[in-house]
């Protein structure tokens, strides 16, 4: 049973550049979360979705990153435009629920580094 | 909003020593709380987990976190620290109408030296 599954690993972008990170819940799954951690810091809510839709984007920066998570394939995590302040490791996590007795299963994370 | 406050940044032990980690979380409701333990280059892993019932939970690799509600705490405990215990450590709490999201704290090292 496959836990969640991030890629890419490790991803390098010029400023200016895009970039898109995936990320595939646990199988049975349908409630994805993205969390931001800069160095030294703990991890940072940004964005909670399910299947179609944005339930609570609280977190996220309100320009440049959006999220989704479509129907099918995995959810993706863009970020435009990308200065050096956005080189962090960014963590997906995800759950067979919303509620508040269900845990959420980390990913290993993409680690951005903006050059 | 709810917050949690890791109260020791850096902590450094000699194997065999007892360890215990503070965490404290501003929320009056009902919480459900987390230690997750990140090795180095790893990802987060959960090492105990607290949603009601015995406020002592156990947890893997000989950890274990009491739920003190009137003080708000869920401090993490370990009698005998190994080496391979050197990681770093976050606690996070679920609370409330936010159920969707966790809110983590800042972190502890923790080094074991040998």
Known sequence: NAGVMQNPRHLVRRRGQEARLRCSPMKGHS??????????????????????????ESGMPKERFSAEFPKEGPSILRIQQVVRGDSAAYFCASSSSGSLSYEQYFGPGTRLTVT | AQSVSQHNHHVILSEAASLELGCNYSY????????????????????????????LVKGIKGFEAEF???????????????????????????????AGKSTFGDGTTLTVKP
């Open chain 1, 31 to 56: 409630h994805v979360y993205w969390y931001r951690q800069l160095p030294e810091e703990g991890l940072k809510f940004m964005v909670y979705l399910q299947k179609e839709n944005i339930i609570d």
């Open chain 2, 28 to 55: 009056g409701g009902t919480v459900n709380l987390f230690w997750y333990v990140q090795y180095p280059g790893q990802h987060l892993q959960l090492l105990l987990k607290y949603f009601s019932g015995d406020p």
């Open chain 2, 68 to 98: 003190i509600k009137s003080k708000f705490s869920f401090n993490l405990r370990k009698p005998s620290v190994q080496w391979s215990d050197t990681a770093e450590y976050f606690c996070a709490v679920n609370a409330g109408t936010n």
